[in-house]
């Protein structure tokens, strides 16, 4: 069974750069042909698909947040982790770190419980 796990700050100012990581267990984040992706629900709207790292470390972003994302890896702690920078309380949301059964499938069988992020002064 695989688990996956976000931690980070639940407060960040506007201008900051966001920070979380999404600790998997229960199978690597190097196995063929997963991709792991990261997703955010701001209040009151959809769900929003923000990028993805690849089982080889490729990394593909939302061409609207492709400026201000970077997606990484930890392969020894079987972690990856989101920075989205110069945030602004629309960056307010849910942000779920989910695995995709293969890239640009967008068909997610685990997800994070998900983790609260909001952008306040």
């Known amino acids: 069974q695989v688990q996956l796990q976000e931690s980070g700050p639940g407060l960040v100012k506007p201008s900051q750069t966001l920070s979380l990581t999404c600790t998997v267990s229960g199978g690597s984040i190097t196995t063929s042909p997963y991709a792991w992706s990261w997703i955010r629900q701001p209040p009151g709207k959809g769900l929003e698909w923000m990028g993805v790292?690849?089982?080889?470390?490729?990394?593909f972003y939302s061409p609207s947040l492709k400026s201000r994302t970077s997606i990484s890896r930890d392969t020894s702690k079987n972690q990856f982790s989101l920075q989205l920078m110069s945030v602004s309380p629309e960056d307010t949301a849910v942000y779920y770190c989910?695995?995709?059964?293969?890239?640009?499938?967008?068909?997610?069988?685990?997800w994070g419980q998900g983790t609260q992020v909001t952008v306040s002064s």
């Open positions: 989910a695995r995709d059964l293969n890239y640009g499938l967008h068909y997610y069988d685990y």
């Open positions: 790292i690849t089982y080889g470390g490729s990394t």
